[in-house]
């Protein structure tokens, strides 16, 4: 159903690692001495990303899920962002950090943050590995990223198109062969 393309690498995995540890140390300051911080994973495409993330975290966690959606299967944001799976825990009183795959028009991430800021967390950031800050139709900023890129189709480290390329080790950007 999508046009044929091709993947040439934009981010190698080995940049990716580099980058995770440095942000992993910013991450360790803001949170020195915490009880307990909820690193909270943005399903799907945030899996790759945080799995890597938490394994370099030097800090006492626990990880728990949120769904939401707001591509579906298309290229194209529907604006509209819907919660498909809610945390299991409560973050009330607590350390949350909120760990995204890409903020493009910053719809999900600016959404996902004024629903859990409603919930009263002691301390509420936010992580993102890529930015496309070309692409923004609400002002939201991350606390981290990790890169940002200019305004091409990204795929793997998470990121699908069309639900495919998840498992990709490295940041692939899309090219499309009919032009
Ligand atoms: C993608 C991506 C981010 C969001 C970014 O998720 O993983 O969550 O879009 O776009 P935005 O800043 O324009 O909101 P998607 O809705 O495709 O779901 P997925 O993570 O399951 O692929
Ligand atoms: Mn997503
Ligand atoms: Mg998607």
């Not at 360790?28 to 909820?38: C, H, I, N, R, S």
């Not at 760990?99 to 859990?116: C, M, Q, R, S, W």
């Not at 301390?123 to 923004?136: E, Q, V």
Request: hydrophobic share 40%; net charge negative; glycine share 8%.
């Amino acid at each position: 159903s999508t046009r044929p393309y091709v993947i040439d690498e934009m981010i190698s995995a080995k940049s990716i690692a580099a980058r995770i540890e440095e942000l992993c140390r910013e991450i360790q300051t803001e949170f020195a001495g915490t009880d307990k911080l909820v690193v909270v994973g943005l399903l799907r495409g945030s899996f790759v990303f945080i799995a890597d993330l938490v394994r370099e975290l030097d800090l006492p966690i626990e990880v728990d899920f949120l769904e939401a959606s707001s591509y579906g299967d298309g290229m194209e944001s529907s604006r509209e962002v819907r919660i498909l799976k809610d945390l299991r825990g409560t973050i009330e009183g607590r350390d949350v950090l909120v760990v995204e795959d890409i903020v493009d028009t910053g719809h999900t991430l600016n959404h996902v943050t004024h629903l859990l800021e409603s919930r009263l967390p002691a301390r509420l950031k936010s992580i993102a590995l890529l930015d496309k800050p070309s692409r923004r139709e609400v002002d939201f900023k991350a606390s981290w990223t990790g890169f940002e890129i200019p305004d091409e189709f990204v795929v793997g480290y998470g990121i699908d198109f069309a639900q495919r390329n998840r498992n990709l080790p490295y940041i692939g950007k899309v090219r499309f062969e009919d032009g």
